[in-house]
Nanobody, 116 residues
């Protein structure tokens, strides 16, 4: 199983970034796909998740600014991040999770830095 993120980088406050995650070796459409982030000195936190049935949940801190979507034909999940703030600076991780008790897989993470 491979979960690979891309699209991180340095952006100014108010700017946008688009993160992508490609997963292989799993039946992608059966998995909930989530984006998590971890800032220095903080615990990893959920940013957004889209279930196999396309139910979506966002952390309160990103509602109205971030959009998660999935393409089951391409086995990808995307996080569009707009109106970025310095507080969004973190390593962003993609997670594939099969139900509540099934296996879960993580990517290696991609750095997002929001700074002037």
């Amino acid at each position: 199983v491979h979960v690979v993120e891309s699209g991180g980088g340095l952006v100014q406050p108010g700017g946008s970034l688009r993160l992508s995650c490609a997963a292989s070796g799993i039946i992608f459409s059966s998995y909930s796909m989530g984006w998590y982030r971890q800032a220095p000195g903080k615990q990893r936190e959920l940013v957004a998740v889209i279930t196999s049935g396309s139910i979506i949940n966002y952390a309160d801190s990103v509602k109205g600014r971030f959009t998660i979507s999935r393409d089951n034909a391409e086995n990808t999940v995307t996080l569009q991040m707009n109106s970025l703030e310095p507080e969004d600076t973190a390593v962003y991780y993609c997670n594939a999770q099969l139900g509540r008790r099934g296996p879960g897989y993580w990517g290696q993470g991609t750095q997002v830095t929001v700074s002037a």
